[in-house]
């Protein structure tokens, strides 16, 4: 509003009485702090899950076939193996849920569905799509591999915590804008009659001079104070007795929100941020209370569904190898290997697995050897030792 307005306006009050609408003192929070917040962790268990061997067995013997090829390497001919866990926990983690259906012998991670769910008999799944295509056929629970994460929706839990949290966020940036605004006391005799020129120069000095003057932006700027005007500074610390606000107090509750979110998901929130101290014991925890259980699930789910009852007994079933997700020190992992190795713990070819290396293609390679210093508990008489 130019300064002759506001004149105007001095001289001629309108009456009229102006209603704010309610949604003006609403504050508008950005929702990508959260967004930040809930991707970083699942990309988190997802990378970490992509680092796991889907391992496959029969008849106790690990055997490399299909199943190994669609899980480890080639889901589906439109994503790898990496892409297809990402969509996988992208999809279970913000819906509690995910389905997965074989169409040509391959994987797909459907993008919406309706399920029906009945007591005594198997649920269906209809209205399915993948991408842009949409299922016109009704899949019985047989016939698909349906993952549930939690009997609740955790998510749900998060997005009414950030109504409330989103707000606080949005009013200490707003508070942080304001802290740090320029703003100026104007000092003058503005209600003396004004001829044309003057007027214009009043308007000039407020409306152009004024507004570069405060500019970031501006290399530089010039200002041209008029006869009978002052300005004083009231801004927070130019008068050197308080500091102007920082953006520690908006950081530290973007902190908070990330802590929330980790600790639904049970992330350790040093991992998040990257804290290094008790990195081991961060990470067992990580392993052992979110990516094990999402491991154990997906699992479950593949061998009841892709194996028959007599073959899992038979031992002829599906394993996530979650034990090698941890760096592997060899200065630290040799004495243990030698031990193990000593009792027939580990075969060469097993401690060359742990160690990332690939395996011997020879018998014995895959022998157990046992030191002499042992025997049969059962073989000692009478307390002889």
């Not at 090698?324 to 290997?337: G, H, R, W, Y």
Request: glycine share 4%.
């Amino acid at each position: 509003m130019g300064f002759k307005d506001w004149w105007y306006g001095f001289l001629f009050k309108d009456t009229t009485l102006v209603k704010l609408s309610d949604d003006f003192f609403k504050l508008k929070a950005n929702v990508f702090y959260k967004h930040l917040a809930v991707e970083t962790c699942i990309d988190f268990i997802a990378n970490t899950l992509t680092r796991c061997e889907f391992q496959t067995f029969e008849k106790g013997k690990e055997t490399r076939g299909q199943n190994y090829y669609l899980l480890n390497v080639q889901p589906n001919q439109n994503q790898n193996a990496s892409e297809f866990m990402h969509s996988l926990v992208n999809h279970l983690i913000k819906n509690n849920e995910c389905l997965v259906i074989m169409q040509d012998k391959q994987l797909y991670v459907a993008d919406t569905f309706n399920k029906k769910e009945f007591t005594l008999r198997e649920n269906f799944y209809d209205e399915v799509t993948v991408r842009d295509l949409k299922f016109n056929k009704t899949f019985k629970e047989s016939e698909v591999l349906y993952f549930k994460l939690n009997d609740r929706n955790i998510m749900s839990v998060i997005d009414g915590l950030w109504l409330d949290y989103g707000k606080l966020l949005a009013s200490a940036i707003n508070y942080y804008k304001r802290k740090n605004n320029k703003r100026i006391l104007v000092k003058g005799d503005f209600l003396r009659a004004q001829d044309q020129a003057t007027q214009e120069a009043i308007d000039e000095m407020f409306e152009s001079q004024l507004k570069n003057w405060f500019d970031p932006d501006k290399e530089g700027s010039a200002f041209q104070i008029q006869d009978g005007y002052s300005f004083e500074d009231l801004s927070d610390g130019s008068t050197g007795k308080a500091q102007n606000s920082t953006s520690r107090d908006v950081s530290d509750l973007v902190n908070d929100m990330i802590n929330y979110v980790s600790m639904a998901f049970h992330i350790p929130r040093g991992l998040i941020k990257g804290d290094v101290a008790d990195i081991d014991k961060q990470i067992d925890s990580f392993i052992m209370f979110c990516i094990k259980p999402i491991a154990k699930l997906i699992a479950d789910e593949f061998n009841r569904k892709m194996y028959t009852k007599e073959e899992y007994l038979k031992r002829t079933y599906l394993k996530v190898e979650t034990n090698e997700l941890k760096m592997v020190d060899i200065t630290q992992f040799a004495n243990a290997a030698d031990k193990l190795f000593a009792i027939g713990g580990l075969s060469i070819n097993d401690i060359l697995k742990k160690l990332g290396q690939e395996p011997i293609d020879e018998e014995w390679a895959n022998k157990r050897y046992v030191t002499k210093n042992y025997q049969e508990a059962d073989s000692l008489k009478g307390g002889e030792s």
